[in-house]
């Protein structure tokens, strides 16, 4: 295979992985750190060294975890209880399920709002738990961004020197 189709061929997937850091069901960093173990096994490992691969590795591992706890952490951080870091995960999951993209922006906060309501919470106090839920999300959905961005770019620069 050639250089130029190799390399034509890991930033396509590359770019499928940085529309997943958005997409759900699309796993965004593992795409992208994907499209780095493609290069390298199809290019004989000129381009990477093992210390290279091993800290975008630990990127894609620590990334993988703020994904699915980012929605989590903003209601923990808005005041939401255990009822409410887990409705929040809950409502993830079945708004994925159900709803689709909408049900990524919409499930959590509704999960930590109902999950805070069912053990007592006032109204306003929810309704700021769920807020706290979206906030985490649109954070988490914009550091993978930008984590997806510079993989990119890494990747780039090491090709290019």
């Known amino acids: 295979m050639s250089q130029t189709l190799l390399t034509v061929i890991t930033l396509l997937i590359m ?35 093992t210390s290279f691969m091993i800290f975008w590795g630990s990127v894609t591992g620590l990334m993988v975890l703020l994904d699915y706890y980012a929605g989590a952490i903003g209601a923990r951080r808005y005041g939401a209880s255990a009822a409410g870091v887990w409705g929040s995960i809950i409502g993830g999951i079945l708004g994925v399920i159900f709803l689709g ?32 839920t979206f906030i985490g999300f649109l954070a988490g959905s914009l550091f993978k961004l930008v984590v997806g961005c510079v993989m990119i770019g890494s990747f780039l620069w090491q090709l290019l020197t």
């Open 15 to 49: 770019l499928v992985g940085l529309a997943g850091t958005i997409i759900p069901f699309v796993p965004g960093i593992p795409l992208i750190y994907g499209g780095f173990i493609l290069y390298g096994l199809l290019d004989g490992w000129t381009r990477f060294s």
């Open 101 to 132: 993209f909408i049900g990524i922006l919409v499930g959590p906060f509704v999960g930590a709002v109902v999950g805070e309501l069912l053990s007592g919470k006032t109204r306003q106090s929810a309704l700021r738990s769920g807020w706290g």
